[in-house]
């Protein structure tokens, strides 16, 4: 035993039952994948079951089912904690794998290749194996503070049902803390906590400008062109300077504040380094603004994809009567979704060009950005856990994508934390997919520490300072 009190075991992932949850291929967005999803609840909840919790059972919504899981306190005043996530998977194209199959995981070199290994699955199943270590450390007491768990099966498909589940299950989340867990750490080496998330819009935009597609003999040079008035719109969703020329996208955005500049700035970010592990040519986007800043201090919009014509035929000289493209919008703190999209609607009124028809459809799941009260004590108990795990002083990152974090902190009154394992080059949502079991190890003592710190923490007692915070 080491001298923190946990044995090898108690704090050591096991990869072989990670790669068993993962093996079940719970893609949410595949219709012939239900059964699989359900069977993923269903793995979880005997999981729940096998930790020792006395609640542990799947919640049906009108689509994909969630698990709900409870350890109580042996203390019924001590605090409540929730954990977000989801068990849900994206989809996957086993021609595109070089590393194995995506629902047969392989372990090579300290790492698990599969699909949901590190989103989100590896990062629940820490959670699972943290509560374990908490437990074998506190002995037959039970762990210090209530743990429930709400693991969706849609968050891959935009949560279309979390609000239901939110407002059915009101009395059984009640928490004093939420913790999302779908997000990332900066690195094996750097101790960091995220504080924020963005929020997002996706919409869906459409130019037709024929009826039916028209062979180019016919009236190249003087026909419309779906496909190029679709082009000449997504060219001016920027400008020069790569901002985003949504009118008044930018009204509510705050300039970085100094003291998480600084906190960024101080984060080991190489370029090179950030370029192989994401996978990209090029660092582009807003001029001014350093990457991390770019990722997670500052909204974005992007083009997701474009389609136009067939694609199962070679193009025989066809003009495509209609071309669309989805687009994804990023906001920061003090932006709201709801009047981005309205600001997505005038942009495109205003670029309108005369003889084509344009349909902009604003997806029903976006979200609001969300930032963790800087002064929240449990903020600081999360920092002291995390440095405690990597035996270092704690920075502050954020995070690039959106999670249902605002939702969730309205629904529940309380704050939302932020910890997960993903890092930069775990190919989320990408081919070869992977988790490192340092990574998972590492988050399994944040989380250990984490149920022993939090109680204090909810009191108020040894807050400490959290870089970036104010």
């Known amino acids: 035993m080491s001298g923190d009190g946990f044995t090898g075991r108690d704090r050591a992932p096991e990869p072989e039952v990670l790669a068993e949850w993962a093996a079940v291929a719970s893609v949410s967005s595949d219709p012939a994948r239900v059964r699989d ?31 709900y899981g409870c350890m109580p306190a042996a203390d019924p005043a001590a605090p409540v904690l929730l954990v977000y996530s989801h068990h849900d998977v994206h989809a996957a194209d ?75 299950h009101a009395g059984q989340l009640a928490a004093d803390v939420v913790m999302v867990s779908d997000t990332m750490l900066w690195s094996l080496d750097r101790a960091a906590v995220c504080t924020a998330v963005r929020g997002s819009v996706t919409a869906t935009l459409t130019v037709c400008g024929a009826r039916r597609g028209v062979h180019s003999g016919a009236v190249s040079g003087a026909a419309a062109n779906a496909a190029s008035e679709l082009c000449r719109l997504l060219g001016c969703l920027h400008d020069g300077a790569g901002r985003v020329t949504l ?51 500052r909204p974005s919009a992007e083009v997701a994809r474009v389609t136009a014509g067939r694609t199962d035929v070679p193009a025989l000289g066809v003009i495509p009567a209609e071309a669309s493209a989805d687009l994804l919008l990023r906001l920061v703190p003090e932006q709201r979704a709801e009047q981005v999209a309205e600001q997505l609607r005038e942009w495109l009124a205003r670029h309108r060009r005369e003889g084509y028809a344009y349909r902009l459809e604003v997806s029903s799941t976006i979200s609001d950005p969300y930032e963790t009260p800087p002064d929240d004590p449990a903020l ?14 704690v920075l502050t990152i954020g995070n690039g994508g959106a999670a249902p974090a605002a939702q969730l902190a ?11 394992t993903g890092l930069p080059g775990d190919r989320w949502h990408g081919p070869d997919e992977r988790a490192s079991l340092d990574a998972l190890r590492l988050g399994v003592e944040v989380i250990a520490a984490f149920l022993a710190e939090l109680p204090a923490g909810r009191r108020g007692g040894g807050a400490v300072a959290v870089p970036g915070g104010s």
């Open 94 to 168: 086993p021609t595109e794998w070089r590393l194995g199959s995506p629902f047969v995981p392989v372990l090579r070199d300290g790492l698990l290749y599969g699909r949901g290994v590190s989103d989100a699955k590896g990062q629940v199943m820490c959670h699972l194996w943290g509560l374990r270590a908490h437990l074998a450390r506190r002995g037959p007491s039970g762990p210090a503070v209530t743990v429930k768990f709400l693991i969706e099966g849609e968050e891959e498909i935009g949560s279309v049902h979390l609000a239901d589940l939110l407002s059915e």
């Open 380 to 393: 600081a108990a999360l920092a002291r856990s995390v440095g405690r795990a990597y035996r270092s002083p």
């Open 247 to 297: 009118p008044g996208f930018y009204d509510a955005v705050a300039e970085v504040r100094p003291a998480r500049r600084a906190s960024f700035d101080a984060l080991p970010f190489d370029i090179r380094t950030w370029l192989a592990d994401t996978g990209t040519f090029t660092a582009d986007g807003e001029a001014g603004y350093s990457v991390p800043e770019r990722l997670w201090a």
């Open 410 to 420: 309205r629904a529940c009154d309380a704050p939302v934390l932020f910890f997960g």
């Open 37 to 67: 999803v359900r069977r993923s609840a269903q793995w979880l909840v005997d999981a729940l079951r096998g930790l020792g919790c006395p609640q542990a059972e799947v919640w049906e919504t009108q689509g994909l089912p969630a698990v």
